[in-house]
């Protein structure tokens, strides 16, 4: 959902909240990010306002910017200082990696599912799905069955 659609004052009552956002222009947050950003920024929020959320950040950036990641770096800075408790360390994603952000995507994911494990675990007698990355990359079956005819 983009940050702009979410209603911000229930943001104090999440427990959890997960935010990826990119980087534009000049280190300026997405136009679907800059009415939540701001709301974010007032001056009149109590510095305990979000001290019952857990949150976690991933950026989608370039580093061949100067600007490199810099709306997730201040989103992040500005959860904690509200009083929000990060899950993970905040994960940067590159464009510029041979792999692009997903090299620190799958990492960050694997760290963010154990955190959340620990913070609501699985009721009794339901199995941790498999974390590693050899279970990561095996997919599933296909959702899609494409057959190809010719005509005579």
């Known amino acids: 959902m983009p940050m702009d659609a979410y209603p911000m ?4 009552e999440e427990r959890f909240a997960v935010f990826v956002t990119s980087t534009t222009g000049q280190g300026d947050p997405p136009d679907n990010m800059r009415k939540f950003w701001k709301l974010l920024l007032r001056k009149n929020l109590p510095p305990s306002i979000l001290s019952g959320v857990n949150y976690a950040v991933f950026g989608l950036g370039d580093s061949g910017y100067v600007k490199y990641n810099v ?3 201040k989103l992040d800075r500005r959860l904690a200082a509200l009083g929000a408790v990060p899950l993970v360390e905040r994960g940067l994603g590159d464009d510029q990696h041979p792999s692009g952000y997903e090299a620190s995507l799958d990492l960050w994911l694997q760290q963010l599912w154990i955190a959340l494990r620990l913070k609501c675990p699985l009721p009794a007698g339901i199995e941790q799905p498999a974390m590693d990355e050899t279970s990561l990359l095996q ?3 296909p959702k899609y069955k494409v057959t190809y005819t ?3």
């Open 9 to 12: 004052q229930q943001l104090p």
């Open 150 to 152: 010719t005509t005579p």
């Open 71 to 73: 709306a997730a770096k």
């Open 139 to 141: 997919l599933g079956p």
